[in-house]
């Protein structure tokens, strides 16, 4: 089938999936989970041949474990899909309504989006929750993932398949592209009479990429390097904790910590506490000058100087940079400086510092005295999520099921005309 071809069956899956009961389309995910806990030694040796193609083409240690799936990562895809069915159905919900002076009841009631094009990379659990989401908000969805992913993709298509034809949905409501020829990626994103959205889940290639050549709305997220201050109020010995969570706990996630910003009243008190848990966590530390100074005497075992870029880099390995700031306010202009976007957090007993933090900064997810880690849709309750949105229009953060909708205007009335 060409593109052309699966873009108007999406459009046409789309009207039917506008439409469906909620029941409907909770019988589709249902059966989504079960297959994929029936298909789950079929879904894994095939994750197994990705992992070992990835190795073999050299992918990075973060790579691959982006890559990976087990029965423990299965097992929480398989939690996701049926947190989804539990969750409220947006569509048809009414935002507001109000009676006008001339008797119409006008309101604005949330509708499917309509064909959501979805482009990403090494992370083969995308598959599944982008068609949990899109299917629960009545979405027809387009997918097209990495080569790196391609058993995982094909074996995880099956099941989508499989629970479709079982709940009666049409087989277009979700499509993958399984080509790996990259000039499908610019037709898709120039299919604007079919497809409606277009979100990317990967590096800065790929985002850069999307907003240069798509003439479809794109969402904008995944990237950004996250940041955590360390306040002179702050507890430094509980610090060192929601420290070594937001770095060690997933290094490969996006909204694993990058950048950690140590306030100089404090620094040379915490840099022992620091040095001990990250040498103990293999950390490598890279750090501007008076912050390698400190992280040096007090014995860090892999440091190294900053350079120019690596306050711009989102790691997404145990590597972590370190920088002596003045104050909350030097930590904000760092931030702003510094592509903060994603996931930053402070660490501080003064609440007016924490306000301030919270006003400050330009993040779509602000955290007081709590890890970066949290910002995705299965922490938040919202199941799982088709991205995290960085950019400020539309949808910001973790985007589940009511950030898949839109509204429209409903004017109710008796035979009314207008004078």
């Known amino acids: 089938m060409s593109l052309l071809a699966m873009g ?33 030694d079929v879904i894994l040796a095939a994750n197994a041949k990705d992992i070992e193609a990835g190795r073999a083409s050299g992918l990075t240690d973060a790579m691959l474990d982006r890559l990976l799936l087990n029965e423990s990562r299965l097992a929480g895809i398989v939690a996701d899909v049926r947190k989804v069915v539990t969750l409220d159905d947006p569509v048809g919900a009414e935002i507001d309504s ?58 995880l298509v099956q099941v989508i398949q499989a629970a479709l034809a079982k709940s009666g949905l049409p087989a277009a409501s979700v499509q ?58 702050a507890d430094l010995v509980r610090a060192i904790d929601v420290i070594d969570n937001a770095k060690v706990q997933r290094p490969s996630a996006c909204n694993a910590l990058d950048t950690l910003l140590l306030n100089e009243k ?20 890279v750090a501007e000058p008076q912050a390698f100074a400190l992280l040096q005497a007090a ?22 940079g370190v920088k002596v700031v003045a ?21 501080t007993n003064d609440l007016r510092h924490a306000e301030l933090f919270i006003n400050g900064v330009g993040s779509a997810a602000v955290y007081v005295n709590a890890s970066t880690r949290f910002t995705d849709g299965a922490q938040f309750g919202l199941g799982a999520e088709v991205a995290v949105s960085t950019q400020k229009l539309h949808a910001r953060g973790p985007m589940g099921l009511t950030e898949l909708t839109s509204y429209k205007w409903i004017g109710q009335a008796d035979y009314l005309s207008r004078s």
Not at 17 to 24: G, K, P, Q
Not at 269 to 281: E, H, S, Y
Request: charged share 20%.
């Open 8 to 40: 108007k069956a999406a459009r046409d899956a789309s009207f039917e999936l506008a439409i469906a009961a909620t029941a409907r389309k909770n019988q589709a995910l249902l059966a989504m989970a079960d297959e994929l806990e029936l298909q789950q």
């Open 98 to 155: 109000r009676v006008l002076e001339n008797g119409m009841r006008l309101s604005r009631r949330r509708v499917p989006i309509g064909v959501i094009g979805v482009i990403y990379e090494a992370r083969p659990n995308v598959t599944i929750d982008i068609a949990a989401l899109c299917l629960k908000t009545g979405n027809a969805s387009i997918l097209r993932g990495g080569r790196e992913t391609f058993h995982s993709n094909m074996a």
């Open 327 to 347: 104050d909350v306010k030097a930590a904000i202009a760092h931030l702003q400086e510094h592509n903060a976007c994603h996931s930053d957090a402070i660490l």
């Open 266 to 285: 404090i620094a040379a008190k915490i840099a022992p506490l620091l040095v001990a848990r990250m040498n103990q966590q293999k950390v490598t530390l």
């Open 176 to 233: 993958y592209i399984e080509s790996p020829d990259r000039a499908l990626v610019s037709e898709l994103l120039t299919m604007d009479q079919y497809v409606d959205m277009i979100i990317p889940r990967g590096g800065a290639n790929l985002h850069r990429l999307c907003k240069d050549q798509s003439t479809i709305p794109v969402i904008i997220g995944g990237f950004g390097v996250s940041h955590l201050y360390v306040d002179e109020s």
């Open 299 to 320: 014995g860090a075992n892999q440091l190294r100087q900053a350079g120019d870029e690596d306050f711009d880099t989102e790691w997404l390995s145990l590597t972590l």
